[in-house]
């Protein structure tokens, strides 16, 4: 796994840039914008948010605070879509082959930075097919264990995994995603091995640890933070960089013993690959000036999720390292799709 470890630095570098983005949202008013508004009379009917995951989930829920407030302010009705599937793919598919209007728009996970490597045959490419509109949230992956585990900070969970080998279990929200590339990062980075056990969804694998099924996972914040709250598991740290307002007790890896380990289950909006960039700037513009809102920012913040912004060019630019980053990832561990 020698080639993962090299990927660190290079991680922090990038995703330390992307949270530096959230001081550019706030610097946004409700009267004013980062951009020029483009001269336009989009739009005009009703804008399609696909979602790739069932109604519900943490992925599903920031799209309806976003799109409900975009209905708001661009004077349409703004529907969300939940396509679920194929680890997003059958989302992106359906946005990628939508017409490049600015009316269907795909509210995308980290998952689609993921499917690259993991799915060889993928019948669209990602980075032509899809136009990058906007990076929206990231919420933090928290590491936790079943209250029976004798372990209470990262290094305590290293020691334990390391006198126990080949004893210890790990969950995920299945093979292939970020549940279960996140945990093997951070175990190569210690030093360490756990036995990945998958399940379907990022709510069955908590309720695993809850249940003292397997011992730990790393699951999006929003997932296990009431869970956490309760006491029905132990949180040990939260993946980014910062610490969660969520969880405001529970130090990061960073701060835990693991300098410069970041990753986060990252969300943001996509068009269709050749949408005009006049659509796309307003749609940028208009989603940057939502993310802006404190009465967006609470409700986001009550999911554990953090805003991000960011330009489209900045999204390209990101979405193309993150591409590169889980290739390496996924190559190294030998990931097979499920």
């Excluded at 409900?68 to 990628?96: C, D, L, P, T, Y």
């Excluded at 996970?109 to 980075?127: R, V, W």
């Excluded at 640890?209 to 011992?215: M, N």
């Amino acid at each position: 796994m020698n080639a993962l470890r090299q990927i660190f630095q290079f991680t922090t570098n990038i995703l330390s840039k992307s949270f530096a983005l959230a001081g550019l949202v706030f610097a946004v008013t409700t009267t004013g914008s980062v951009f020029a508004q483009p001269a336009t009379t989009y739009p005009t009917q009703p804008i399609k948010i696909v979602v790739p995951f069932p109604p519900g989930g943490a992925t599903d829920i920031i799209a309806r605070i976003i799109g409900q407030k975009m209905s708001e302010r661009m004077g349409v009705s703004v529907i969300i879509e939940n396509k679920a599937g194929a680890n997003g793919n059958i989302a992106s598919e359906a946005v990628a082959r939508a017409p490049a209007d600015g009316y269907t728009l795909l509210y995308n996970t980290s998952s689609i930075a993921l499917s690259p490597a993991l799915y060889k045959n993928l019948s669209f490419d990602t980075q032509k097919d899809l136009a990058p509109v906007i990076l929206t949230t990231v919420v933090p992956m928290l590491l936790a264990v079943n209250p029976s585990v004798p372990v209470n900070n990262v290094m305590e969970l290293a020691a334990f995994l390391k006198s126990k080998p080949g004893l210890v279990t790990f969950g995920s929200a299945g093979i292939g995603n970020i549940t279960h590339l996140s945990p093997l990062l951070m175990m190569d980075q210690l030093g360490v091995t756990a036995n990945h056990i998958p399940y379907k969804g990022s709510a069955p694998s908590v309720m695993a640890v809850v249940a003292g099924e397997v011992q730990f996972d790393m699951e999006p914040m929003a997932v296990g933070l009431q869970f956490a709250k309760e006491g029905r598991i132990k949180p040990l740290a939260v993946s980014t960089l910062q610490r969660s307002p969520a969880l405001p007790n529970v130090p990061t890896l960073d701060e835990s013993g693991m300098k410069g380990f970041e990753v986060g289950a990252w969300q943001g909006i996509m068009a269709p690959g050749k949408t005009s960039a006049v659509i796309v700037n307003r749609l940028n513009t208009e989603i940057m000036q939502i993310l802006a809102l404190p009465e967006i920012n609470e409700k986001l913040q009550a999911h554990g999720a953090q805003i991000l912004g960011s330009t489209p060019a900045e999204y390209a630019s990101y979405l193309d390292s993150e591409i590169k980053r889980w290739d390496k990832v996924v190559k190294e561990s030998n990931t097979k799709p499920e």
